[in-house]
């Protein structure tokens, strides 16, 4: 065999490797996508109500029963509530691990997944008692999760669109969104709980004021509780976009 056939071979042999890990990939993906389409659609089945916009404060203070959240925590014990935010595809469950890397790559029955599933930081009551309840999700390429997050850089989209709804077993919390920002992923202001402190807190308000990429002044207080929902930015891997929502 002379040295040209002996590079023929080795180009023929690449050639096959990379055919083949394509095609894995490839297979890989389309698996990855078929399972995630599977787990959303047995979790359909949960999915509350949105409280229509003409329901009058009477209604919305009435005892609140969302028996789909019930069933869904009977069922998946890790879950907390379900999310969602009309005019994105931000309409999932989410749940609450032992830590912040469990759920990164699980699906809510702890099987293998590369969407993950949207979960609250373990360290903030599942009640949203606390003043920042965080809840983090990857920013998927086909719009699953937080995937869709990233239309509230545009400042149209954020200014015309402000709710969203947090649905737990006995109680229904209508978000209204007033700012989103790009922070690194060790941003110790937004991602701490440190909070015990009427400074801490009003540092917290004026902080998001100043490094939000859009803002909505309404007026938040101290006293208020916060939901910041947290993903990755697909184009710069050292930051994290952030959509900031208060208690209303």
């Given at each position: 065999?002379?040295?040209?056939?002996?590079?023929?071979?080795?180009?023929?042999?690449?050639?096959?490797?990379?055919?083949?890990?394509?095609?894995?990939?490839?297979?890989?993906?389309?698996?990855?996508?078929?399972?995630?389409?599977?787990?959303?659609?047995?979790?359909?089945?949960?999915?509350?109500?949105?409280?229509?916009?003409?329901?009058t404060p009477a209604q919305q203070s009435?005892?609140?029963?969302?028996?789909?959240?019930?069933?869904?925590?009977?069922?998946?014990?890790?879950?907390?509530?379900?999310?969602?935010i009309p005019n994105t595809w931000v309409d999932h469950p989410f749940v609450q691990g032992q830590d912040n890397s469990f759920y990164l790559h699980r699906d809510i029955n702890h099987n293998a997944l590369h969407a993950g599933t949207i979960f609250m930081d373990y360290r903030n009551c599942y009640n949203f008692s606390d003043f920042n309840t965080l809840i983090y999700g990857h920013n998927m390429n086909n719009g699953s999760m937080f995937g869709t997050l990233p239309y509230f850089t545009n400042q149209s989209f954020f200014e015309e669109n402000n709710v969203g709804y947090v649905f737990l077993p006995y109680q229904t919390y209508e978000l209204q969104i007033f700012a989103v920002a790009i922070i690194r992923p060790y941003d110790r202001i937004i991602y701490g709980q440190n909070f015990e402190?009427?400074?801490?807190?009003?540092?917290?308000?004026?902080?998001?004021?100043?490094?939000?990429?859009?803002?909505?002044?309404?007026?938040?207080?101290?006293?208020?509780?916060?939901?910041?929902?947290?993903?990755?930015?697909?184009?710069?891997?050292?930051?994290?976009?952030?959509?900031?929502?208060v208690i209303a």
């Open positions: 065999m002379n040295l040209r056939q002996t590079f023929l071979i080795a180009g023929i042999i690449m050639l096959l490797a990379v055919m083949g890990y394509s095609g894995y990939r490839l297979w890989d993906i389309y698996s990855n996508r078929a399972s995630e389409v599977t787990v959303r659609n047995q979790m359909l089945v949960y999915r509350p109500t949105i409280p229509h916009s003409d329901d009435d005892p609140v029963v969302n028996q789909s959240i019930i069933n869904l925590q009977y069922n998946h014990q890790s879950s907390v509530g379900w999310l969602s402190t009427t400074e801490s807190r009003e540092y917290f308000i004026d902080y998001v004021r100043r490094i939000a990429l859009h803002y909505q002044d309404i007026d938040v207080t101290k006293e208020d509780r916060f939901v910041t929902l947290s993903t990755c930015r697909n184009d710069a891997a050292n930051y994290r976009l952030v959509v900031i929502g």
